[in-house]
């Protein structure tokens, strides 16, 4: 390195060479003391320099309405590259600011606005050099930023749908329902208590069982997952009815006015809104009504001749199909025509007075209650056996003193505002089944009057009439029913004197009562402290055979029931004998159990020691759960009646727990199960709860077209079967055979062609004739 010295530095003076090197030892010094390094500045390499500038992503896709940092890099000369920190030397500017714009708190922040394409660029100043660089920026439709999972409630009520609706904020401040969307994703804590399934309207979250359970959705949106939650209470249904201030109102009748004892209704008003109908004498506790296959409980004691309003829960939304009230009681029959003076002319008789009725309807009352006792049936059965084989049987008894009458036949039975309304009229030769059906189930239609002397009381054999001497009614401080009233209506099932039915069990009724039975009498108590469950029953078809298959409802139940039978009696009429008989648990397992042999005893069979069968409740049953059960297997009968005694079935249950429960069921068999006849065809009579023209449901014999039956016969593997010849006595006696003065459908004899056609008589074959629709469907293999 030369070192040049200004002039200012060197005077005009001669220096000798010692001199000269002394001056530069000198400042050799002075600049090692200032750090100067020779050596360094001889080897320092050229400094780096920012050659231009980037953006950190060569293209830029931002979701509308979503706010983005902008980042710019520098390119240095030896090659690297570092980000610029955010500063007022770098500025941003978008080539379509009507596509997005920058935010003007901050320079380099980016939001989208409109859906498109555009640039933008950075531009600054470095080492007094300006560098800019530019970036394609697309704005996409908006992203989610936020979810919510929305209800009417979080209330769910179990096994109601309950919709669930998933709304979106979106980056651009929209809301959108994105309840359909296939990228959500559903996640449900607890999965017994409740589930999520999908439908037209929304997700569907169903309650299974009473808890608390968390919902999630969640879905990928730009860089992250967006989620939301909601926690659902899951309650039970309440299938209990509470009855409105004002709900009960009497029914429009006279005190003296008929009705039939079966005779309770469910009319529908409008919606929801329905009127139980007790057009009765009776007391209905807590009574059960059915509504689409859905069974309720009307929390209330109903009294006699009442409407009682009610409506169902706010969850039940379902068009109305049907609607019945479940008979629990329905052992013990009587259709009243009149309360009336039957012989005006003759002053044996007298029209009965309001106190009158209210002595019989006490009667009527308390056996309704007493006959559908286990114990009081089973009690029957060894009574009428050691009452027939008695040598001394009795005519007349001390205590009652009475005459009969005969009339002449009805050609047809008298219509009664019920629908059950089957006869076993039996006899004093009658076998011992029959009697003792004839005794709980057969119904007979007699007018009620008041007997003034003589006798204490007179009826007709048979339908007609039956008077009592009002001090063999009812008086107060009874506590027990006097054998009149019950012998007479004997009278009015068809008995006589000799076939202990009318001398014979009513005596040995009235030591039954005071020995087991308290409040006979007491309006209402029997009924409100007599614990019933109610039997379920399906007829299934076994091609030849049929199956029935009985269960049990408690409803008083509101979890699971600790009530059931283990013992039972089984009635049976015009039917072939019973060939098995099963005990089914609610996983479906079949036991086999038998019937306690008792001979001279047909058609009836005993059931006792069996394991115990226990009831369901309402909830348990409206949700379809698996019951434990019975189940009986028949052959077929041939046709619904023989010698005027209708096909059926009759069953008594009871419990060694409890021996005053009552399980009853009295089954008419009208041929849903289906009959074969004698030339091997399969008929069929199906019934159907239809609105009348006042609204109320009533069960009618359902009419088919030939289209419509032939598709009955195929759902059950046949086809449709050949009718008798046309207007032929065949014709109208195959018609009594199912359905008296009712209708048929089949292929017709003559052109084979599916027909339906009238039959209304038994011997005017002119009036039958060609009809758009039949009851009594014919099918063959």
Known sequence: MFLFLPSIFFPKFRFNEMQIRTVFSTLFCLLSLTGCDFDQERNEEPKTTVTEITFSEKKLSLPLGVRHALKVNAVFS?????????????????????????????????VGQTIGKTSIRARTKLNSTEHQSSMTLVITPPIIKELSLESASTAITAGVPHILQVIATMSDGSQVNVTDNSTLEWEVDQSGIAEITS???????????????????????????????????????????????????????SVFAGYDIDDVKVRHNDSTSFDLLNATPRYLNNPLVTINQQHFRIDAVIPPFQSVRFDLPTWFDEPIISAYFVEEQPLFKAHVRSYADVKPNDDKYAQPTEENVYQYEKELRGFKQLMNNYDYNHRFIGFIQNYMNSKTRMVRHQDHWCEVETQLPLTRSIESSSTDFAKFKGNDSSPQTLKHVSLIANKPSATYTMLTREA????????????????????????????????????????????????????????????????????????????????????????????????????????SSNKGIDKFILLTTSLPELKH????????????????????????????????????????????????????????????????????????????????????????????????????????????????????????????????????????????????????????????????????????????SPIAISVPTTYRPNTIKEVEKGAVIVCSE
């Open 78 to 110: 030896d090659g690297r590259i570092d980000d610029i920190p955010g500063s007022p030397e770098v500025t941003f500017f978008v080539d379509d600011t009507q596509l997005a714009y920058l935010d003007n708190g901050k320079n380099n922040v980016v």
């Open 199 to 253: 439908s037209k309207g929304g997700i569907v979250v169903t309650g299974i069982e009473k808890g608390e359970v968390s919902i999630s959705v969640s879905a990928n949106s730009f860089t992250s997952t967006i989620a939301s939650n909601k926690t659902f209470t899951v309650i039970p249904k309440n299938f209990a009815i509470k009855l409105k201030k004002d709900a009960l109102s009497p029914l429009a009748r």
């Open 456 to 559: 204490n009381g007179v009826a007709t054999i048979g339908d007609g009439w039956l008077s009592v001497r009002d001090y063999r009614l009812f008086t107060e401080g009874a506590t027990s029913p006097k054998t009149t009233y019950l012998h007479e209506k004997m009278h009015n099932h068809g008995f006589g004197h000799s076939g202990g039915m009318t001398y014979g069990y009513p005596s040995d009724t009235g030591t039954f009562v005071n020995r087991y039975w308290e409040q006979f009498y007491e309006d209402g108590a029997v009924e409100a402290s007599t614990p019933t469950l109610a039997s379920r029953y399906e007829l299934k078809d076994l091609g030849e055979q049929f199956k029935l298959e009985i269960s049990f409802l408690d409803k008083s139940s509101s979890g």
């Open 581 to 752: 008989s099963y005990v089914v648990d609610d996983q479906n397992n079949a036991s086999e159990i038998f019937p306690q042999i008792n001979p001279g005893y047909d058609h009836t069979y005993l059931f006792n020691d069996i394991a115990n069968i226990s009831a369901q409740s309402i909830s348990e049953v409206n949700a379809k759960s698996a019951p434990s059960k019975l189940a009986f297997i028949f052959d077929k009968p041939q046709q619904a009646n023989q010698n005027n005694i209708p096909a059926s079935i009759i069953f008594i249950g009871g419990s060694e727990a409890d021996t005053k429960q009552q399980t009853n069921l009295v089954l008419n068999y009208s041929g849903s199960g289906g009959f074969v006849s004698e030339s091997g065809q399969y008929i069929y009579l199906l019934k159907q709860w239809n609105k009348n023209d006042n609204n109320v449901f009533v069960n009618e014999v359902n009419t088919y077209s030939p289209s419509e039956a032939e598709q009955i016969c195929k759902d059950r593997g046949l086809t449709l079967g050949t009718l008798t010849p046309f207007r032929s006595d065949e014709m109208m006696a195959f018609q009594t055979k199912y359905q008296k003065y009712g209708s048929q459908v089949g292929l017709s004899h003559e052109t084979g």
